[in-house]
């Protein structure tokens, strides 16, 4: 017995600390029915942009959109969404207002995929999954039913839904939710990246230890080229539990810097 016990210590510290915290090493949870345990409260560890004091577990009242830590960082990056060429003058356009334009700024909702992964995630038998956002724009929900592959008539003959008509299905341990009837009203980023309403939003699921990754693709032929997939979130399970936010007030910040300012070198 103390031959394995020193065994089992001398393996342990030959691991390094950090794998030994890495909360996606641990166990993958699962279900009765064999899909991985989704439920829980997730903390966003990183990711792109979101609207207005919308990461859970890293909440800033104070931040200002002109101010977002990341701007000329994201700006830079080679994942841009594809417009098509006769475009891309509208989007510089639509960013230099941005807070003219953006709903983000007029207590509106974000809309999909621009919420990001979600903050918690309540999954029981013989109910749609539902997904909780802790926003400043105010908390939202979304409804994910997973026994069909049917979008709602209804919903789709309605249309112009800020998080639009999901629905789910699993893929091995992933679960992909597919999300269409969009309005046109909503931005995908704070850079002018405005959509139609043709827009398809897919998003990929999965449970790591306890991690959620999570992946949008946005199709969308009345404005891009080809599809898009964002760069992808890691959270993080945590413990602190979504809150009531104070109801949204619409704010001109009469400093707001321009898109050419916010990423100037």
């Given amino acids: 017995m103390k031959l394995i016990a020193v065994c089992a ?3 342990l510290a030959a691991v390094p600390a950090a794998a030994q915290d890495d909360p996606a090493k641990k166990p993958t949870p699962k279900l009765a029915d064999g ?5 829980g409260y997730w903390a966003i560890g990183r990711g792109p942009d979101t609207p207005v004091n919308s990461e859970f577990g890293q909440r800033n009242a104070f931040i200002k959109r002109g101010d977002w830590r990341n701007a000329k960082e994201a700006y830079a990056d080679p994942n841009q969404p594809p417009y098509k060429p006769e475009l891309k003058a509208k989007v510089e356009d639509f960013a230099k207002q941005e807070s003219k334009l953006d709903t983000a700024f007029f207590c509106k909702p974000g809309g999909v995929p621009r919420v ?8 029981a038998p013989g109910m749609p999954i539902v997904f909780l956002y802790q926003l ?20 789709l003959s309605i249309g ?10 699993w893929e091995g341990n992933t679960l992909v939710v597919e999300t269409i009837a969009f309005i046109d009203e909503t931005w995908i980023g704070i850079y002018g990246w405005f959509h139609s309403d043709k827009m398809k939003v897919v998003e990929r699921i999965s449970r790591v ?18 599809p898009w997939t964002m760069n ?11 809150i009531e936010n104070p109801p949204c007030v619409e704010t001109d910040f009469d400093n707001l810097t321009s898109l050419d300012e916010k990423t100037r070198h």
């Fill in 9 to 11: 210590l001398a393996i």
């Fill in 35 to 39: 899909h991985p345990d989704l439920n």
């Fill in 116 to 123: 990001g992964p979600p903050h918690a995630i309540v999954q």
């Fill in 136 to 155: 400043g724009a105010g908390n939202t929900f979304r409804q994910v039913p997973t026994d069909t592959r049917q979008h709602d008539d209804i919903a």
């Fill in 160 to 169: 112009n839904m800020y998080n639009g008509d999901s629905i789910g299905r």
């Fill in 209 to 226: 230890g306890d991690t959620l990754r999570y992946q949008a693709t946005i199709e969308d032929p009345e404005v891009f080229t080809r």
């Fill in 232 to 242: 992808p979130w890691v959270s993080v399970k945590t413990s602190e539990r979504i």
